[in-house]
């Protein structure tokens, strides 16, 4: 099914927003641009296929190497106004003079199925997620060093100046708001933060807990308060044996 024709939830006889509730198995990955969040993702997919990872959509160009539905939905603006306009994200938020979403259907479809779920989000768009689903788990995936975070950014070489000035401000803001997150992952190792997430999203799958994906056009607003209480994983070779 196209993205723009994935809809919300359906509607009672009475036409309020219908949503049946299903177990907890979301977890909410993010952090600031650079991090590796998407290398950490592209990990937890190889080698974790049980996991299901939400593909969200952008009106960001493809970068060399990505496909179209495999990491993001590439569309237009005009695409993207539709998606937002028919309630079909969970959530949306601009980045970088880009927007960026998660599709609701297949995240509906999955959590009704009782399979774990994990979306990597940017921050705005991870208060929006935990305003709606107060019962999704969030992690915070933070950079061993600021200088190692602006390393990262400026190696990629895929950006142009202006556009990596504003990515290094919004991190800053980012690094800031990781009090926010009941949990901090120190991404010293991918292979380590992986097994420490997998760890996380299988503790998720062992709440006992219900909730509904109401059904909304998804707008970005004000964080309404700290997700809970964060809880910090440090990166293992920092650990004690």
């Known amino acids: 099914m196209p993205i723009s024709e994935q809809r919300g939830r359906r509607p009672s006889p009475s036409g309020a927003a219908v949503a049946s509730p299903v177990h907890s198995r979301l ?16 990990e937890l997919s190889r ?58 259907e297949p995240l509906d479809a999955k959590l009704e199925a009782g399979v774990a779920c994990l979306l990597e989000i940017d921050l705005a768009g991870a208060r929006q997620v935990k305003r709606v689903v107060p019962d999704a788990r969030l992690v ?24 990596l000035e504003r990515r290094l401000a919004v991190a800053r803001d980012e690094l800031a708001a990781a009090d926010e ?32 994906l109401p059904v909304r056009k998804a707008e970005r607003g004000r964080h309404s308060g700290p997700p809970g209480r964060r809880r910090h994983h440090q990166p293992a070779d920092r650990r004690a044996p």
Request: net charge negative; hydrophobic share 35%.
């Open 140 to 163: 915070f995936l933070a950079p061993p060093s600021w200088e190692e975070l602006v390393r990262r950014l400026t190696g990629r070489g895929t950006e142009p100046a202006e556009v």
């Open 47 to 104: 080698t974790c296929p049980q996991i299901w990872i939400s593909v969200s959509a952008t009106t960001r160009r493809p970068r060399p190497g990505e496909v179209d539905g495999r990491q993001y939905h590439f569309v237009d603006d005009d695409e993207f106004d539709r998606l937002i306009a028919s309630g079909a994200l969970l959530e949306w938020a601009r980045f970088a003079g880009n927007r960026y979403g998660t599709p609701r």
């Open 181 to 212: 997150f009941e949990v901090t992952l120190v991404n010293t190792s991918v292979q380590d933060v992986c097994r420490q997430l997998v760890a996380l999203i299988e503790d998720c799958d062992d709440r006992s807990l219900n909730f509904a």
């Open 27 to 42: 977890t909410v990955l993010s952090g600031p641009s650079g991090v590796g969040k998407s290398t950490v993702v592209a």
